[in-house]
């Protein structure tokens, strides 16, 4: 039997097997391969990667068909690091190291070989923070000393320690990541017996102190009640008391301290030193021998005012300046500070601001000690008239005492009139 072969052509001339053969070729050939390569397909072992929260390694074999088939491999996040295989030519293996995870859940991605691969890492796993204390109760004798608890918890764990009791004294261990040690100091009992707390890690540890042996002792001092002046200074209260009998003194307030006399057998003194008050009136106490001690402390006097003096008010204080001449000479205005103190203190600086507008806005400051504050212009300037146009004057001034102290006065406010400045045309 014979056949007969015979070629089909298609539309622009091309015969049908060339075209089928033309398609093959295209299908096979990777697109990405270098210029005169070999067709090239590319496999990857995996497509996505699960990992612990822990992190670790993992492998991803690139199977290559074809000749001169290049390939790269890239992380896109910064948890996946590639190690090892970062390229190739050929059929090969990538190492990628995942960082372990201190937080939630998370994703990414690397191109190896044109192709993503997933990365999922689960989530660290929560801390429960759980603390256990050596004891929860501490005993003390009359005479006070030290004690210290062991604070059990998990390394991430923090924790604080607080004292409840004035008589309680956290000296180390006032807070701690982990596993720790608390060291506390509990002062001398010279009364009946007493509990306090502290607070360590959330929890209420009660420290119990045995009273102090029974003895007949009574206690006077000179003053209960001291008044202090607003620059502070020191003063003292004496104790009388049987030669046996012990005292603690102990300030309440912080702008009270006790230089000498903390602490006394028998008759004794106690010298306070009381610091200098910048603000209010207050008062704090100290207790002495068991008893308050009231002291009551002024606050510092500080009033600003100033006055405005003319040339042309020959001496006398006024509430405008004149800029008018009849030979075109400057006019020089002044400033007096009439501020105050009451009390020892004293002012230590004047801040002067004044502002007018002649021509352009006029803006005009001084700091530094003198009390006086001068400015100067000249009559005959655009917007001046015969009659001298009036313009508001602007002056705020700000006093400063030894003790930091601060009192500002401006015009047309409060006791301060208002002022102004009156622009002459030259000659009148």
Not at 46 to 57: D, F, I, M, P, Q
Not at 267 to 292: C, F, W
Not at 317 to 332: D, I
Not at 349 to 357: A, D, H, N, R
Request: some cysteine; aromatic content about 6%; proline content about 4%.
């Amino acid at each position: 039997m014979k056949f007969r072969l015979e070629t089909v052509w298609v539309a622009f001339g091309v015969p049908l097997f060339a075209l089928v053969a033309l398609l093959a070729s295209a299908c096979t050939k990777n697109p990405a391969a270098p210029a005169g390569s070999s067709s090239c397909t590319y496999a990857n072992s995996l497509t996505s990667v699960n990992v612990g929260a822990g992190g670790g390694t993992s492998t991803v074999t690139v199977t290559v068909t074809g000749s001169s088939c290049s390939w790269t491999a890239t992380s896109n996040v910064a948890f996946v690091t590639v190690t090892s295989g970062s390229s190739g030519t050929a059929t090969g293996t990538v190492t990628l190291t995942i960082a372990a995870n201190t937080g939630a859940a998370r994703s990414g991605t690397v191109t190896i070989a044109g192709q993503a691969v997933t990365i999922n890492q689960d989530a660290a796993a929560a801390v429960v923070c759980t603390y256990t204390l050596s004891s929860t109760v501490v005993s003390a004798t009359t005479a006070g000393g030290t004690s210290t608890l062991t604070v059990t918890a998990p390394s991430t764990c923090s924790w604080t320690t607080t004292s409840n009791a004035s008589f309680i004294t956290v000296t180390s261990g006032s807070s701690g990541t982990g596993n720790g040690t608390v060291t506390l100091t509990i002062a001398a009992n010279a009364g009946a017996a007493r509990s306090g707390t502290i607070t360590v890690a959330g929890q209420t540890v009660t420290v119990n102190q045995e009273a102090a042996p029974p003895v007949a002792c009574s206690y006077t001092l000179s003053t209960t009640t001291l008044t202090a002046a607003a620059s502070g200074g020191a003063s003292t209260v004496t104790v009388t008391a049987p030669s046996t009998c012990g005292w603690t003194a102990v300030s309440n307030a912080v702008f009270i301290t006790i230089p000498s006399g903390t602490s006394g057998t028998g008759n004794g003194t106690v010298t306070l030193a009381i610091a200098a008050n910048t603000g209010a009136a207050r008062s704090g106490t100290l207790t002495v021998a068991g008893q308050t001690v009231t002291v009551n402390q002024g606050a510092p006097g500080l009033v600003a005012s100033f006055a405005l003096f003319d040339p042309s008010a020959q001496g006398a204080a006024t509430t405008e300046c004149r800029f008018r001449n009849l030979t075109g000479q400057p006019t020089t205005c002044t400033l007096q500070s009439t501020s105050f103190t009451f009390g020892a203190n004293t002012i230590a600086s004047y801040t002067w601001t004044v502002q007018y507008t002649y021509v352009t806005v006029k803006t005009l400051t001084q700091s530094g000690a003198s009390p006086s504050f001068t400015f100067t212009d000249v009559c005959g300037q655009f917007s001046s008239t015969d009659d001298g146009v009036a313009q508001p004057l602007s002056v705020q001034l700000t006093v400063v005492d030894n003790l930091g102290a601060t009192a500002t006065a401006s015009s047309a406010s409060g006791n301060q009139p208002p002022l102004q400045v009156r622009l002459f045309t030259c000659g009148l």
